[in-house]
């Protein structure tokens, strides 16, 4: 937050913005120097494609009793299922199998949004999202959620 407080400090007063790992509510230590913060991610529990999202937190809070403070949990768990899903695929645990397996992976539904490697050459297609900063409120706000089209084009 030491960033945001030092460009507001020297004077700049647009938007920032920033990726995922920073819609934490630490980002709210900063005060009114975290307004018009914008942070790209993987997940928002806020629009209609965030189910998968709000059942792993509700998944998440019954294990560790707190919500997880950011959506890199639940980027962990998306690469947990998708190594399972490309070793059913597979039929095996041997390393180029499931690797040749994952290449082959489609709308793997994932804790954030479905996953595809076909046809990406290793690059996954996912959403993204975007979140803003609601200072007042101490949270991110969702404002968007797409697929890239470079990645869509490559899945």
């Given at each position: 937050?030491?960033?945001?407080?030092?460009?507001?400090?020297?004077?700049?007063?647009g938007p920032?913005?920033?990726a995922?790992?920073?819609?934490?509510?630490?980002?709210?230590?900063?005060?009114?120097?975290?307004?018009?913060?914008y942070?790209?991610?993987?997940?928002?529990?806020?629009?209609?494609?965030?189910?998968?999202l709000?059942?792993?937190?509700e998944?998440?809070?019954?294990?560790?009793?707190?919500?997880?403070?950011?959506?890199?949990?639940?980027?962990?768990?998306?690469?947990?299922?998708?190594?399972?899903?490309?070793?059913?695929?597979?039929?095996?645990?041997?390393?180029?199998?499931?690797?040749?397996?994952?290449?082959?992976?489609?709308?793997?539904?994932?804790?954030?949004?479905?996953?595809?490697?076909?046809?990406?050459?290793?690059?996954?297609?996912?959403?993204v999202?975007?979140?803003?900063?609601?200072?007042p409120?101490k949270r991110?706000?969702?404002?968007?959620?797409?697929?890239p089209?470079?990645?869509?084009?490559?899945?």
């Amino acid at each position: 937050m030491t960033l945001l407080k030092n460009l507001r400090a020297a004077g700049f007063s647009g938007p920032v913005v920033t990726a995922d790992g920073q819609e934490g509510s630490e980002t709210f230590s900063a005060g009114t120097a975290a307004n018009d913060l914008y942070v790209s991610t993987y997940g928002s529990t806020d629009d209609a494609q965030g189910a998968s999202l709000r059942k792993f937190n509700e998944l998440y809070k019954t294990k560790y009793g707190e919500y997880p403070g950011t959506v890199l949990a639940a980027l962990g768990a998306d690469d947990a299922i998708v190594i399972a899903a490309a070793v059913t695929a597979a039929d095996s645990t041997d390393g180029v199998k499931v690797r040749d397996s994952l290449d082959q992976l489609k709308d793997v539904q994932g804790a954030t949004s479905k996953i595809t490697y076909q046809g990406g050459k290793g690059l996954p297609s996912r959403d993204v999202v975007i979140l803003k900063s609601n200072v007042p409120k101490k949270r991110f706000d969702f404002v968007k959620r797409f697929r890239p089209a470079s990645l869509q084009q490559a899945g």
